[in-house]
Structure formats: structure tokens, C-alpha cells
């Protein structure tokens, strides 16, 4: 190199290094014209390109300097960064491995290697490699923040907490820090702590996606105003974010149903279809499941017409997304002995769901006849997980985006598709809403219908079901028999607890109210406030969530109820917080009865209490979401503890709160008749008729 090229790139390494990068820029251009192949000048103006967001023209230059002087571990980090940044991640992964070898104390390169195998999904050497680089260097905010992302996605949110918290501790102004933190406060409905991370995130640069996850967590606190103007902020920033699109008009309607305007929720609906078609989105995918419309099944009444609408609009976005994604939509005719199912579920864990359904198909379908391929959306891995994986042919699991799922599904070929549940995650509606598989069934984890044009059949059972239970769905009503599923009795693991410890005064019946607060309707609550009118003295135990805001208005609601009938709500009421599981199997041993949630029933929750000898008060709804329990107690031939009305219920409670000769009975009864209801094969072998039977049609 001549002396004047020298100079030049002295002088342009003075200004790269004090952040003159538009002194610097040119200088390096100048010293490319008189050697074109100077490598430190290439490297250090593709590190200029990389700043500036353009990753395709950094890696061109920084492929020239490797090319005119050899590996080196700086250069090769820095290409690995504009590979990440065009998302050629296995190119990124080889760079950053490369540069890690070359100098295994650049810590920089550990740290970034373990971000591109997160984004691969190869969480354990992800994991192993960014805490490689905190061993180098301890005080890498960027490691932690990606630590604390890998940990996330491998279900370790306690560990993964603190590596948000350590990252922030290190540079308070991360706002991506402060945002995962938020996402992982809300998986684990820590939501009052949610709101205030994304508070932060917001406070640092308000981006348009930030505020529509702060909007969301106050949407789950029930704060629908405060809600709806983060959204309206959202859009102002991003007019065409079509997530909070797709929300604001949920919200919108939800309200409306809330203040029964059913027609106009419908009208909302139908606008929402009309926006995106006059407007559509540049990925469908990402608006589609933005919020659910979950709160329409804790109503009494039929949301079927409403869902349907719903479920026409998710369908034509994502035939939109597919078509442009160009996901395959034919299939193969079937071939070979074994019927090909996949089930596409984001519980694949400890969970109702997976308890109360997944898991009787998982370890009962005959592997002869039936060749199982489980596809776990979820982040959330644990024993159950593993359980999941040693028993099927094939299981796959995330994090992935959604045309990686799609891909993943389709390259099984199955011939059924199984949802244990809809309407509970994004991922899961994105993908019921796509024709993956010639069959695609959907079961009652969310037990209402799917409105899904894309589902054929919806599993349910003959217990759950009244006479007229079709009219309900838009999808074929399948009644597998008894409790339509295979739910495996266990010793249930229980800790000792004292009630007192817990604020509940003694020496009254304790009648356990084990609902989440969203599923008492307020026109409900003069019961509960007749249940003590009738019984006397008696405690009603219910379980207050996090943050105490989600059920204050059930509060509120309750103190009116039961000072209208002239009681004293703080002598009879108690609200607890949620227990770990082994306390509240432990407290609902020391209790004298169940009270089963009126309209939206408790599947797993009923089954604990038989488990555990407490006597359920059973109402029996107007549709299956509102007769688990009252199913369970029928088919253990307990009648007799099933109301069908609101007085009859308030009765039947009553009696079993003042009657502890009844009580008694009860549990034997239960004890006697029990094992009805666990390990009960019928339904599975119904169920692979069923999935034959489709398969042929």
C-alpha cells in the first residue's frame, strides 16, 4: 500500500473510532480506489454499511477483505452479523463459530453465535456458548439479553428473569431488555410487573409493536379503555400494524357483547373483514390470533354466529398468506397400512389441556394403526414434554415462525390433523385456519366451537353434551364416549396446609370457589350470597390471581351481592392467592366441598377433587363448557348433587355446607364409584374409529 493510501486510512480510522462515520466513510472509499483489495479498509466500511442497516452491501464487503486476507476472527464477526441481519442464519452460525475458534477469548463472537443458534432454535449449545462469552466477559449486556432469551424459549423462566434483570442492571436503556422482560412477566401472568417493563420499553423510543404488547396486558387485566388507547397509540405510530388492526376490532366487538349488542359486535366484525380487504396486510399471518375472542365462551350465551364470522375472517387472511407464501394446499391420497396423524397443540407440558386430553391420545393410540406426529408450539418443555417425545414416532417443537410450522406439518403428510385445542395461543389458530391435512379436527381443550371453516369435526363426549349440542358448532359434533377421554389417576402429590394461614378464619365449612375470577358472570353473584343466606356459617374460598386488579371487580361485584341480602361478605368470603399445586391439593383436603364455576365448568379441576375425596356441587349449563362437572358427578351415578337452576344450586350447596352427615356420605360414594372415570380406554378406541373412518371418506 503507498503512503498516501496509508495516510488516508489512518486519518479514516481516527474519525471510524471517535464516530465521525460520515468523515470516515469517504476515506475509506478513497483508499479502496487506489487499493482495491486493502482488507482492513473493506472490513471497516462493511462495518459502516452494518450501522447503517444495510446488510447486503456489508456483507459484500466483508466478503472482499476475508477473500484478499484470509480468515481473521474480527472480520469474520462482523459478516456473521450482516448474515444474521439478512437472516441467512446457518451462514451466521458458520461465521461466528469460525471467529470463536480463530480467537476463543473474543467474547463477542461467543455472544453471537449463541444468538444465531437461538434464532435456529439450537437452544443447549446456544445456551452453553453465551454463557462462554459472560465467563470471558461478565459485564456483556447484550449476552445476558440473549441468555435470558434462549432461556425463555427453553421453558427456564426463573433463570431467565435474571438474565433480563442482569442486562438491565448493566444498561437501563436496553428497550428490547425491558420488552422481553415484559413478554416473560406476562407468560407467567405476572401482568401488573408486565405493564410496567413495557411501560419502560415505551419510555426509551415508543415503537408502534411495544405498545401494542402494553395494550395487550391491560387487555388481560380487564382494563379495556386504558387498553383501547394504547392500541389507537399503536396505530398512530404504525397505521398499518396489522396486529393491533386486528385487536382494536376484537376489543370493539367484545365490548359491544359485553353490553349486549350483539348485532353491532357482528357489524364490527364485518368491518374488520371489509378494512383488510381494502386494506390487506402484508402478512396476514401476524394479525390473525393478535387477540382471541376467549371471554365470549365465559357467557351464557351462544357466541356460534359471532365465531363463525370470526372464523371465515381468519381463514380468507391466512389463504392469503398461503398463497402468497406458496404453501402447499393438495394432497397426496393416502397410502400404506398406517393412518398418519398430527397433533398440533402449544401444551405439550404440565397443563389442563394436555392432562385432561393430549395425553390419553399420546399414550393409547394404537401405534399398529397410527403413526403419531406431535408438533409442540409452546416454549414452555418440562417432564411432560419428554413424555411426549418418547412416545411417538415424531415430535418437533419451536421456537419457529409460522411458515416453518406450516413447512414442518405439510412435510408429515398426515392424514388427519388433531387440535386439542383452538383459541388459546396465536400460533395455533394461525395454523387451524390453513388447510394442512385432509381431516382437521379440533377437541374441546377450548370448549367452544372454533368457527373455523378449516375444522371438520369437533371432538366432544357423550357426558358434556345436551341433546341439541350440534346447533352449538359449526364443525360436526363428535360424541366419543363417557368423558371422551383417557385421563390417567395419579397420587396426587399434596403438601399440608393450615387454613389460617391463608386468612381463612376457622370453625366453618370451607366450600372451595376454585374458578379463575373471569369465570364468574356477574349475573351469577346474588347465588353465592343465597348459598350463605342458606347455610349459615360457612367460608367461600376463592383463589385472587396476579396481579389482585384481574379479580377486583368479582370483588366489588360480591361485597354488593351480599350487602344487598344483608350479610357480611368479610366474614364469609375469602380470597387467597393462587396455591402451588400440592398446597391446593392440601387445602382441598381439609374442605367440605367443591362448588362447581356456573357456565364455564372445570374439567381438571372436578377430576382433582375426586382425587382428593371433596364433594362437588355440580350446575349443569346450557352448553358442554358448562357441564364438566356436572358430566363427572352423572357418570359416577351422583345425580342427586347436580342443579339444574340457580336456586336449586344454592340449595344443594347449602345442604352440603350444613350437613356433614351428607358430606360423609358423598365421599364414599365418590370413593366407591371413582374409578368410572380414570384410565378408561373407550374413548381413544372410539376415537381411532373415528379418525378411520374420516381418513376413508
Known sequence: MDAKARDLLRRAIEHHQAGRLDEAEPLYRKVLKREPREPDALHLLGQIELLRGRNEEAAALIERALDAAGPHAAPLNSLGKAYFGLRRLADAKRCFARSAALEPGFAEAHGNLGAALTALGDLAPAIESLNRALGIQPAYPNAHFNLARALAASGRADEAERSFRAALDLDPSMADAHSGLGDLLKNGLRLGEAEASYRAAAALGASAEVRRR?????YEQDRLDEAEAEYRGALGLDPDLAPAR???????????????RGAEAAARL??????????PPADAGTAVGAMQPFHLAYRDDDPRELLALHGRLCADLMRQWQERRGVAGAF??????????GIVSGQVREHSVWNAITRGW?????????EVSLFHLGQVRDAETQ??????????????????????????????????EIGMDPATLQLASLRLAPVQVAAWGHPITTGLPTIDAYLSAEAFEPPDGQAAYTERLVKLPGLGCCYAASALEHAEVDPASLGIAPGAPLLICAGTPYKYAPGHD???????????????????????????????????????????????????????????????????????TIGFSGFNTAMQAVECGLPIVAYEGRFMRGRFASGILRRMGMHEWVATSGEEYAVLAAEMAGDASRRREARERMAAARDVLFDDPEPVRALEGFLLESARR
Open 387 to 420: 413424555f411426549a417425545r418418547d412416545h411417538v414416532a415424531h415430535f418437533e417443537e419451536g421456537p419457529r415462525a409460522l411458515g416453518e410450522w406450516a413447512d414442518a406439518l405439510l412435510a408429515r403428510r398426515p392424514d388427519v390433523l388433531l387440535y386439542p
Open 214 to 218: 402494553l395494550a395487550d396486558v391491560l
Open 332 to 341: 397426496a391420497p393416502r397410502s400404506g397400512r398406517m393412518l398418519r396423524v
Open 526 to 596: 346474588r347465588i353465592y350470597a343465597e348459598i350463605v343466606r342458606r347455610a349459615g356459617d360457612c367460608r367461600l374460598v376463592f383463589f385472587a390471581q396476579n396481579p389482585r386488579s384481574t379479580c377486583e371487580a368479582l370483588i366489588r361485584r360480591l361485597r354488593r351481592a351480599f350487602g344487598e341480602a344483608g350479610l357480611d361478605y368479610d366474614r364469609h368470603v375469602v380470597f387467597t392467592p393462587v396455591l402451588p399445586r400440592a398446597a391446593f391439593h392440601g387445602l382441598m383436603r381439609r374442605s367440605d366441598a367443591m362448588l362447581d
Open 270 to 279: 364485518e368491518q374488520l373483514a371489509e378494512d383488510f380487504r381494502a386494506r
Open 362 to 370: 399420546v399414550r393409547h393410540l394404537d401405534r399398529d394403526r397410527f
Open 246 to 260: 386486528w385487536a382494536l376490532a376484537i376489543l370493539d366487538m367484545l365490548k359491544r357483547v359485553r353490553a349486549g
